[in-house]
T-cell receptor
Framework: TQLLEQSPQFLSIQEGENLTVYCNSS?????LQWYRQEPGEGPVLLVT?????EVKKLKRLTFQFGDARKDSSLHITAAQPGDTGLYLC???????????FGQGTELSVKP | EAGVTQSPTHLIKTRGQQATLRCSPI?????VYWYQQALGLGLQFLLW???????NRGNFPPRFSGRQFPNYSSELNVNALELEDSALYLC????????????????FGPGTRLTVL
């Protein structure tokens, strides 16, 4: 069974703090996506990482793919209330087309 | 460019009934994926259609079925509805068929909220 463990599940922080979300698997991914989802809406794609060791930045968000392509992290610098939402990592394996999703991290940033 | 669209937004059914959910992919996309997001269970893969064919199926009973039309839009049918089928059903599309070794980003629609009473 292909599993993707995401942590922490819940995170409540003050505006201006930094945070890191982790995504781990025992299997190797061909690619990994990070999504953000607001209540009642579909997930919105933030980034795709493909190469082991790859680092991508999106404003205050930094995404890293592990060297072995089994894990990934999302780091947010100086979080703002607008960052509040559900963050999902999703891994794709070579076959099958489907994405395997982590359980998600519910982030709340208080002003 | 229009994104993935889904209809209806909300659907209320009673146990034993059938539900039909619809999805239109991004223009030019040939693959459509269906996922179920039930409370506390995260997103679970249901079905993948590409070029009109079912390519892969998740661990769901045969009551869940669907099809893809020549214009690449798709329909998800859920027969003999059960209370635990209540969930947000999400459709995603991607640009090319998921060939081995490739990565094709999936873009999601807003979902259909199905409530079974």
């Amino acid at each position: 069974t292909q599993l993707l463990e995401q942590s922490p599940q819940f995170l409540s922080i003050q505006e201006g703090e930094n945070l890191t979300v982790y995504c781990n698997s025992s299997s190797v991914f061909s690619s990994l996506q990070w999504y953000r989802q607001e209540p009642g809406e579909g997930p919105v794609l933030l980034v795709t990482v493909v190469t082991g060791g790859e680092v991508k930045k999106l404003k205050r968000l930094t995404f890293q793919f592990g060297d072995a392509r089994k894990d990934s992290s999302l780091h947010i610098t100086a979080a703002q209330p607008g960052d509040t939402g559900l963050y999902l990592c999703a891994g794709r394996y070579n076959q099958g087309g489907k994405l395997i999703f982590g359980q998600g991290t519910e982030l709340s940033v208080k002003p | 460019e229009a994104g993935v669209t889904q209809s209806p937004t909300h659907l209320i059914k009673t146990r034993g009934q059938q539900a039909t959910l619809r999805c239109s992919p991004i223009s030019g996309h040939t693959s459509v994926y269906w996922y179920q997001q039930a409370l506390g269970l995260g997103l679970q893969f249901l079905l993948w259609y590409d070029e009109g064919e079912e390519r892969n199926r998740g661990n769901f009973p045969p009551r869940f079925s669907g099809r893809q039309f020549p214009n690449y839009s798709s329909e998800l049918n859920v027969n003999a509805l059960e209370l635990e089928d209540s969930a947000l059903y999400l459709c995603a599309s991607s640009g090319t068929s998921g060939i081995q070794g490739s990565y094709n980003e999936q873009f999601f629609g807003p979902g259909t909220r199905l409530t079974v009473l």
